[in-house]
């Protein structure tokens, strides 16, 4: 299965390099960002909901004009209805991002990660890791100089399993290289609320 996922996000990343490398000058691909995040599990069968609080790093830097190596840090608590926590969950994720401009003040991206993730149980009661694969595909769009909307698919494969989330993004420029930013994610059995500090750089 990550052989498959792995082969699909070097094809996406091959079909993006053809394109012009003219880059949108409104849209930065240099940034540290740094993260909270509130999720909701629901596990489903008339079982209680589980939440969880998290927060998160993000860096990117351009080594390219249409290229940039991205690191993601994020670590989530997850509690049940008492309060009680069950576990917690880490991922590391570290690739290669390509982007390109298709219209004024807007670009589509992918990218392609290693991703290492692991769970610990509540307590110390045990743990498991894997290393798996991710790919996402997206577009961001600055409305005007102080909105940038941003929309992305991410299909990760980790501990034999597939997992597809669908995010939608917002961020409003305070300065001209920090804005503050609040997104919305959902995949299969969880959602997110995100909110975001992000710096360029």
Excluded: C, W
């Amino acid at each position: 299965m990550f052989k498959a996922t792995l082969f699909r996000s070097l094809l996406a990343l091959v079909m993006l390099m053809p394109i012009s490398n003219v880059m949108s000058e409104d849209i930065s691909f240099d940034y540290a960002q740094f993260s909270y995040i509130s999720s909701t599990v629901d596990p489903g069968a008339s079982l209680e909901d589980v939440d969880g609080n998290g927060i998160g790093l993000t860096v990117s830097l351009s080594f390219r004009p249409a290229f940039a190596m991205r690191l993601s840090v994020a670590a989530t608590t997850f509690k049940n209805y008492q309060g009680e926590e069950v576990d917690t969950s880490k991922a590391t994720a570290l690739g290669v991002t390509a982007h390109t401009s298709v219209a004024d003040a807007t670009e589509i991206f992918t990218n392609l990660s290693v991703v290492k993730a692991a769970i610990t149980a509540a307590g110390n009661a045990g743990s498991e890791s894997d290393i798996g694969g991710l790919l996402e595909v997206g577009l961001r769009h600055k409305v005007i100089d102080a909105l940038e909307l941003e929309v992305r698919a991410t299909h990760v494969n980790v501990f034999n399993d597939t997992v597809n989330t669908y995010v939608i993004d917002a961020r409003y420029f305070v300065r001209r290289t920090v804005s503050f930013g609040i997104a919305y994610a959902d995949s299969d059995e969880v959602s997110s609320l995100i909110f975001k500090i992000r710096i360029d750089v």
